[in-house]
């Protein structure tokens, strides 16, 4: 059966209470195996509109036999059964629910990208990731989650470039060295 990493979050309300519920994910969707589940760690937000409160974040591992696809649109259901609105990006929630990496699948889709696009940098979804399954790889990166927090937390401040065009790649490198 695959095995998926989701990274959890919340925001708003009795946070601790929302992603202990069974239906944040917690129990119906992972093992019961105590090693499938980070312990939460609070973070500031990062982008979206100021003044927000502090996330608690984690992770947990599942096994399930839905597609991609579909594990998305239940997750999202579970998200608005618990509060959440999406009226704007990266907003204060109830609940965030993402999936980070579903086995070793790479699926480049307008409303699904996995591994998640911005896992890799993100310290507050490392953490949790790399307390559980710091073995796990990135199937696009060929790195493991512990060679990820690592590298986050020891290596140098560099800006990868991968994808698009040659000249998009080389202007977007112009502008970033000129700030």
């Not at 999202?76 to 609105?85: A, D």
């Amino acid at each position: 059966m695959p095995r998926v990493l989701l990274a959890l979050g919340s925001n708003l309300g009795d946070r601790g209470a929302i992603l202990e519920t069974p239906e944040a994910g917690t129990d119906n969707l992972a093992p019961p195996q105590a090693e499938y589940r980070s312990t939460w760690h609070s973070t500031r937000p990062v982008g979206g509109p100021a003044g927000q409160g502090e996330f608690l974040n984690g992770a947990v591992v599942i096994e399930t036999q839905l597609p991609p696809a579909d594990l998305r649109r239940e997750l999202y259901q579970i998200e608005q059964r618990l509060g959440r609105k999406r009226a704007e990006r990266w907003a204060a929630r109830t609940l965030d629910i993402d999936i980070l990496l579903y086995d070793d699948l790479i699926i480049a889709e307008p409303d699904l990208q996995i591994p998640h696009p911005r896992m890799s940098f993100r310290p507050f979804v490392l953490a949790p990731a790399v307390e559980i399954v710091p073995t796990f790889g990135h199937p696009a990166l060929g790195v493991t989650i512990g060679a990820l927090w690592h590298h986050l937390q020891h290596g140098e401040d560099l800006v990868v470039i991968c994808g698009g065009l040659a000249d998009d790649r080389q202007r977007l490198r112009e502008d970033l060295l000129c700030q």
